[in-house]
T-cell receptor
Framework: EAQVTQNPRYLITVTGKKLTVTCSQN?????MSWYRQDPGLGLRQIYY???????DKGDVPEGYKVSRKEKRNFPLILESPSPNQTSLYFC???????????FGQGTRLTVV | LAKTTQPISMDSYEGQEVNITCSHNNIATNDYITWYQQFPSQGPRFIIQGYKTKVTNEVASLFIPADRKSSTLSLPRVSLSDTAVYYCLVGTNAGKSTFGDGTTLTVKP
């Protein structure tokens, strides 16, 4: 089954404690992207990757890092999480940028 | 990236056709128009994409006038399960993407 898998689905952490949210796709897609979704603000793009070792900033990259060492994985790293990064995070992948992208089920992150 | 404007919310009844219009006055020549559907606490799901004129698939139609400054997503005979948020995106396949605020569609029995 074609899917984008995010882990964990839910996470509560404390300010400043480094964390990684993993994203993996099994469709051999070249494009992957991370979004955050906050009430009243829709989906905002954090980072995207057009292929292995190629990453670029979206609209809200501050406080986040990503890496794309393998085609199937695109982890999101928060080196020093802060409460304003409390949000619902989605990973997406496709072979055509945002066209026909598959999204993961989301990771609900709470930073206290 | 072109900014999009959609109605914040719409109501409909089961069995009706629903048309959601998106305004994108600054659309560029290379931009495509893409629509996604999102249910609460789930990731968005691709519905349809077009460049000009009309595109139809098994779930929706997309109407794009000649000037491409707007587009209309048409959902035929909606059901309660079509209650969701619908997003219009405008851009190329180059990677960067901006979702608008979306339209919350509520289908009533």
């Amino acid at each position: 089954e074609a899917q984008v898998t995010q882990n964990p689905r839910y996470l509560i952490t404390v300010t400043g404690k480094k964390l990684t949210v993993t994203c993996s796709q099994n469709m051999n897609h070249e494009y992957m992207s991370w979004y955050r979704q906050d009430p009243g603000l829709g989906l905002r793009q954090i980072y995207y990757s057009m292929n292995v070792e190629v990453t670029d900033k979206g609209d809200v990259p501050e406080g986040y890092k990503v890496s794309r060492k393998e085609k199937r994985n695109f982890p999101l790293i928060l080196e020093s999480p802060s409460p304003n990064q409390t949000s619902l995070y989605f990973c997406a992948s496709s072979n055509k940028g945002i066209t026909e992208a598959f999204f993961g089920q989301g990771t609900r992150l709470t930073v206290v | 990236l072109a900014k999009t404007t959609q109605p914040i919310s719409m109501d409909s009844y089961e069995g009706q056709e629903v048309n959601i219009t998106c305004s994108h006055n600054n659309i560029a020549t290379n931009d495509y128009i893409t629509w996604y559907q999102q249910f609460p606490s789930q990731g968005p799901r691709f519905i349809i994409q077009g460049y000009k004129t009309k595109v139809t698939n098994e779930v929706a139609s997309l109407f794009i006038p000649a000037d491409r400054k707007s587009s209309t997503l048409s959902l035929p005979r909606v059901s309660l399960s079509d209650t969701a948020v619908y997003y219009c995106l405008v851009g190329t396949n180059a990677g960067k993407s901006t979702f608008g605020d979306g339209t919350t569609l509520t289908v009533k029995p």
